[in-house]
C-alpha cells in the first residue's frame, strides 16, 4: 500500500539553487495538492491540480511552479531556493476536489513530508 | 475570509486524563468541518468529521460536534492514551480547499 511517496525525505539546499520535490500517488486521484507547515501556521496551500494538465494556486504559490503531466506525478518546483522557504512540504492527494458537492469527501492522504532547510 | 482557529499547545496531559482542544471557525454557510491528526514523523491523517450543524463525528475515541451557535467544533476525548500523543488539526472546507487551523499538539505522560 503505497499512497502518497514523496521523496526527498531531508534537503538542505543553499541560497538561490533549484530544486524539485517529488510526488506519486497510486489510487488513481484525481486532485493533488502541496502544503507547507510551518510552526504556529498550520498547512498552507501552495498549489493544486483537479486533474492531468491542470494546475492552480492556492494561498503561498510565490517561488514554486507546477506541473501534472499524468494522474500520477505532481512535482514541485523551488526555482530559486530562498531562506524563508525552510519549511516541511508536504504532498496530499485526493480522489476529487474537496467539498465537490455529492463527490467530495474532504478527505485527503498525505504523504510522510519532505524536510526542506534553505541556507 | 474563511479562517479556523484553535487553542494554543502544547497541552501535556496525564494518561487516562480527559482531553479537549477547542476549534471555533470563521466562515461563509454551514462548511463540512475536520480534525486531522499527524503523529510523529508522519503526515497527516483524517481523525473524524461533520458535514452539518449537531453533527457528530467520532473515532478512536475522540469524539468532536458541530454547533453552529458558538461556531465551534472541540475535541474530546474521555481518557487519554501515551499513543494519542500528535498534532491535532482543525479544518474547514471554502471553495474545494480545506483550510487548517495551527495545530495543536497533545504529549500524553504514563
Known amino acids: 500500500n503505497a499512497g502518497v511517496t514523496q521523496t526527498p525525505k531531508f534537503q538542505v539546499l543553499k541560497t538561490g539553487q533549484s530544486m524539485t520535490l517529488q510526488c506519486a500517488q497510486d489510487?488513481?486521484?484525481?486532485?493533488m495538492s502541496w502544503y507547507r507547515q510551518d510552526p504556529g501556521m498550520g498547512l498552507r496551500l501552495i498549489h493544486y491540480?483537479?486533474?492531468?494538465?491542470?494546475?492552480d494556486q492556492g494561498e503561498v504559490p510565490n517561488g514554486y511552479n507546477v506541473s501534472r503531466s499524468t494522474t500520477e506525478d505532481f512535482p514541485l518546483r523551488l526555482l530559486s531556493a530562498a531562506p524563508s522557504q525552510t519549511s516541511v512540504y508536504f504532498c496530499?492527494?485526493?480522489?476529487?476536489?474537496?467539498?465537490?458537492?455529492?463527490?467530495?469527501?474532504?478527505?485527503?492522504?498525505f504523504g510522510e513530508g519532505s524536510r526542506l532547510t534553505v541556507l | 475570509g474563511n479562517s479556523v482557529t484553535q487553542m494554543e499547545g502544547p497541552v501535556t496531559l496525564s494518561e487516562e486524563a480527559f482531553l479537549t482542544i477547542n476549534c471555533t471557525y470563521t466562515?461563509?454557510?454551514?462548511?463540512?468541518l475536520f480534525w486531522y491528526v499527524q503523529y510523529p514523523g508522519e503526515g497527516l491523517q483524517l481523525l473524524l468529521k461533520?458535514?452539518?450543524?449537531?453533527d457528530k463525528g467520532s473515532n478512536k475515541g475522540f469524539e468532536a460536534t458541530y454547533r453552529k451557535e458558538t461556531t465551534s467544533f472541540h475535541l474530546e476525548k474521555g481518557s487519554v492514551q501515551v499513543s494519542d500523543s500528535a498534532v491535532y488539526f482543525c479544518?474547514?472546507?471554502?471553495?474545494?480547499?480545506?483550510?487548517f487551523g495551527q495545530g495543536t499538539e497533545l504529549s500524553v505522560k504514563p
Open positions: 496530499a492527494s485526493s480522489s476529487t476536489l474537496p467539498g465537490l458537492a455529492g463527490r467530495g469527501t474532504g478527505e485527503l492522504f
Open positions: 489510487m488513481n486521484h484525481e486532485y
Open positions: 491540480s483537479v486533474g492531468a494538465g491542470i494546475t
Open positions: 466562515a461563509t454557510g454551514y462548511p463540512s
Open positions: 461533520a458535514t452539518k450543524a449537531d
Open positions: 479544518a474547514l472546507i471554502q471553495g474545494g480547499k480545506l483550510i
